[in-house]
């Protein structure tokens, strides 16, 4: 298998994560849903991806770099659908067990210490319960935790890829 083919399922990784990142732009600019604090996380993590997947894909990575890549996408990927899941858990709690809603993330940074906020992030708010949009019966978060496990299995493919 030559250095080009190697470096694909890279390229079609960051591909897919620039693609859901542009829809994501898309819902929050042209129809108006802003996203919520876990949204933002999530925005982050695909963003990681994006980096090192295109990174990897422009490396064309040895052995070692497939063990490297990978293991870092691995980790981000997780993180993604760690948060991902912490939304869709939040998405199909009953109504009176939601958390109140909170303050915006541009307040936060205004107002609290850097573990504050980020505590209040990864916590999630009554916000990140409401669903306003659905593809195929599955909310973003939903989709989301779709994707993030298909990162992971592309990455957990790279750092097996270096066994061989």
């Known amino acids: 298998m030559g250095p080009f083919s190697k470096r694909m399922g890279f390229v079609f990784g960051a591909l ?3 693609l859901l990142l542009g ?5 929050q600019y042209h129809d108006g849903q802003n996203p919520c604090p876990l949204c933002l996380v999530q925005r982050a993590f695909y963003f990681g991806l ?7 894909a422009l490396h064309g990575p040895n052995s ?5 890549y990978g293991g ?3 980790v ?8 991902a899941g912490r939304q869709v858990w939040l998405q199909h709690l009953p109504p009176d067990r939601v958390p109140k809603c909170g303050p915006d993330l541009y307040f936060m940074l205004d107002n609290f210490p ?10 999630g708010s009554g916000e990140c319960a ?6 195929l019966g599955l909310s973003i978060a939903e989709w989301s935790l779709a994707w993030f496990l298909a990162f992971g299995a592309l990455c957990l493919w790279a750092v097996m890829r270096r066994a061989h």
Not at 114 to 123: C, E, H, I
Not at 130 to 135: A, D, I, L, N, S
């Open 64 to 68: 070692t770099g497939w063990l490297i």
């Open 23 to 27: 829809y994501g732009f898309y819902l």
């Open 16 to 18: 897919a994560c620039a």
């Open 130 to 135: 409401e669903v306003t949009w659905r593809f």
């Open 114 to 123: 850097l573990s504050k906020t980020l505590t209040n992030l990864f916590r």
């Open 72 to 74: 870092l996408g691995l």
């Open 76 to 83: 981000l990927a997780l993180g993604g659908g760690a948060t």
């Open 50 to 56: 994006l980096f090192v997947f295109v990174v990897a």
